[in-house]
Nanobody
């Protein structure tokens, strides 16, 4: 069974940094688009960042210049480096793996809270 396991969330002060990790199992990692969504209380789910099979990256306008997505194919892991965090970044962050004609898989989510 496919598993995406996130880690790295927590409480951080405004201006701080966190790195989220998402380890994938039971998929051919290099054939999937990987990325992160988030859902803040009372808000709709938002695509934060994605990285395609070819390595192209895309970001939500709200995180451009502050967040960086990367992957380690050898470790079947995708990362989200978050810097200059703001209170509005507070949300549950979900990792996903998507492949055309196969479907999309989701992680269980990890809470990120930005507060002083």
């Amino acid at each position: 069974q496919v598993q995406l396991v996130e880690s790295g969330g927590g409480l951080v002060q405004p201006g701080g940094s966190l790195r989220l990790s998402c380890a994938a199992s039971k998929i051919i990692f290099s054939t999937y688009t990987m990325g992160w969504y988030r859902r803040a209380p009372g808000k709709e789910r938002e695509l934060v960042a994605g990285i395609t099979v070819g390595g192209s990256r895309n970001y939500a306008d709200s995180v451009k210049g502050r967040f960086t997505i990367s992957r380690d194919i050898a470790k079947n892991t995708v990362y989200l480096q978050m810097s200059s965090l703001k209170p509005e970044d507070t949300a549950v962050y979900y990792c996903y793996a998507n492949r055309n004609l196969v479907g999309i898989y989701w992680g269980q989510g990890t809470q990120v809270t930005v507060s002083s």
